[in-house]
């Protein structure tokens, strides 16, 4: 069964870190590119940041650039998000997602909770 599992949420003060981590079980991520996105309380879903297959491409949010970063692992099997100077407007629900061969395979999500 194609799944993919994000970890690492959690509730941080104000100008605190997470990571998060994505992690994917009957599929091979290296072999895709692979985003993070967010949804706050009645808000729509947000493209956060997107790897290229290899990692040698990374792309952001204007509101996450230079406190964000999206990494992976291919041995491992996990992409990462590491977020810093988190802000209260960061406070969302996190998924990753990667567009299967078969459509796109979301993730269950983890709660990032911003406040102090």
């Known amino acids: 069964q194609v799944q993919l599992v994000e970890s690492g949420g959690g509730l941080v003060q104000p100008g605190g870190s997470l990571s998060l981590s994505c992690t994917a079980s009957g599929l091979t991520l290296s072999r895709f590119a692979v985003t993070w996105h967010r949804q706050a309380p009645g808000k729509e879903r947000e493209l956060v940041a997107l790897i290229s297959t290899s990692g040698s491409v990374t792309n952001y949010a204007e509101s996450v650039k230079g406190r964000f970063t999206i990494s992976r692992d291919n041995a491992e099997n996990a992409v990462y998000l590491q977020m810093n100077n988190l802000k209260p407007e960061d406070t969302a629900v996190y998924y990753c997602?990667?567009?299967?061969?078969?459509?796109?395979?979301w993730g269950q999500g983890t709660q990032v909770t911003v406040s102090s």
């Open positions: 997602k990667v567009n299967g061969l078969q459509g796109p395979i």
